[in-house]
C-alpha cells in the first residue's frame, strides 16, 4: 500500500477515534416552581470543550424565544446532568437539547431536541450534590435581548451567576434587584417582629427606669 492509501485510513481512524455522539433523555416531566433534573450521555468530548444543556420555555403563543443554557456536570462514564432553574406557574413545557460547545461557545456536536410538561404533580428527588448545583445555578444567554432581563418563565430562585452571549461572566444583576426592592419595601418586618429583631432604623423606646 501507498503513502497515500496509508494517510487516509490514518484521518479515517482519527476521525473515528474522535468521533462525538451527543444524547440528551426525555424527562418525564418537570416540577412547576421547582428543580427538575435532565440527564445526557456525551463521547468523545475534546479538551477545551464543554457541555451545555440549552433550554427555554416552549409556549407556542409567544412566539420562537432564544434559548438559555446550563452548565452540564459530568459524572463517570460519558454520562451527565442538568438542573434548570425553577419554572414559573405560566411555564408549561420546557424544550431543551444538550450540545458540546468549543471555547469560543460555538456548538460543535448537539442531541436531538426534547419537549417535557411542566406540571405542579411531579415529583423529583434530588442528591444532595443536585440539589446544591440547583440552588447556585450559572445561567448562559445566546442573545443580547436576554441581558438585564429575569430568564424568561422562570423564577429568580437559585439563580446567582450569569454568563451573556458574549460570554462575559457576571452575577446576577436582575434577581438581586429584585431581592433588595422587595427588602426595601418592608417584606422582612413582619418575620423580624416575630422573632424579636430590630431593624435598623427603630429606635426602642426608653426603658421606664432610665432617667
Known amino acids: 500500500m501507498n503513502a497515500r492509501g496509508l494517510f487516509a485510513i ?29 440527564r445526557a450521555a456525551i463521547t468523545g ?13 416552549r409556549n407556542d403563543g409567544q412566539g420562537d424565544k432564544a434559548f438559555y443554557w446550563v452548565p452540564l456536570e459530568a459524572e463517570p462514564n460519558g454520562r451527565y446532568w442538568a ?15 444538550a450540545a458540546l460547545v468549543d471555547p469560543a ?15 405542579g404533580d411531579c415529583k423529583v428527588q434530588l442528591t444532595a450534590k443536585e440539589r446544591g448545583v440547583a440552588e447556585n445555578l450559572t445561567v448562559g444567554e445566546t442573545s443580547p435581548d436576554q441581558q438585564g432581563r429575569e430568564v424568561l418563565a422562570f423564577l429568580c430562585d437559585g439563580i446567582v451567576t450569569r454568563i451573556n452571549h458574549a460570554g462575559i461572566r457576571r ?17 422582612v418586618l413582619p418575620a423580624a417582629a416575630l422573632i424579636g ?13 432610665r432617667p
Do not use: M
Request: net charge neutral.
Open 105 to 119: 461557545g460555538k456548538v460543535v456536536a448537539r442531541s436531538e431536541t426534547q419537549l417535557t410538561p411542566v406540571t
Open 10 to 38: 490514518a484521518l479515517l481512524l482519527g476521525s473515528t477515534a474522535h468521533a462525538q455522539t451527543v444524547s440528551v433523555e426525555k424527562a418525564p416531566c418537570i416540577p412547576r416552581e421547582d428543580n427538575g433534573i435532565v
Open 171 to 187: 452575577a446576577d444583576d436582575v434577581c438581586r434587584v429584585c431581592v433588595v426592592a422587595w427588602w426595601k419595601k418592608g417584606a
Open 45 to 57: 468530548e475534546a479538551p477545551g470543550q464543554s457541555a451545555r444543556l440549552y433550554f427555554r420555555w
Open 197 to 209: 429583631v430590630i431593624v435598623p432604623g427603630d429606635d426602642p423606646e426608653p426603658s421606664p427606669s
Open 83 to 97: 438542573t434548570p432553574p425553577k419554572p414559573e406557574k405560566r411555564n408549561s413545557r420546557v424544550e431543551y437539547y
